[in-house]
């Protein structure tokens, strides 16, 4: 039987609207919405799995993001790291329409957090956000020395707790996350959207 369930944050519980940035890029660079909003998401896959623990490695992996989107743009030259850098900063974040289930969750489960986030990173979102009172534990990759999709983290996780594989759900927007989890015995949701999630979430209510 279940007793805990791990969280991924970004994706999951709180998200950023990217369509105003896409449409700030494609101006600037003179391409179709469509087009750059189809390469902003393959190369953010990319970044996504490329943070690890600390501010330099993130701000390392986030300038790559820019050049690798600027050279696969048409006059990507058109926009400069400082331009982008400003334009991602105005992103609103908010909170994803699967925070109103932790409450509910919350009464008969341990609430668990696992996020690639850093440490300092993750004190910014908790001063801005309430749900995260809710979390017994919010797991970063610095804390564990180890990021998703990484069998490790999970390992670590399991270990802080004191419970077994089993006894333990993990939901998340990437699917590699997702399996890695499984292969340790997990279970696994793949969060694709709210309608799919409330019929998952159901099951446990």
Known sequence: MPTTFFFDLFGVLLGADKSSLIHYI???TENKYEEVGRIF???FLELERQITAGRDEEEKAFKQFFYNLQNALNNGKLLTFEEFKYAWGKQ???ELPTVI???KLKNKYSLNLISNVSNSYLKV???KFDFFYLFDNCITSESANYSKPSIQIFQFALNKIGI???EAIFID???QNVVSAESI???GHHYQSFEQFKEFISLFL
């Open 26 to 28: 494609s101006k600037k």
């Open 125 to 127: 979102l908790q001063s």
């Open 185 to 187: 015995g997990i279970k």
């Open 101 to 103: 289930y932790l409450e």
């Open 164 to 166: 077994t594989p089993k």
């Open 173 to 175: 927007d990437q699917k």
């Open 41 to 43: 998401s393959e190369l």
């Open 92 to 94: 609103d974040i908010s």
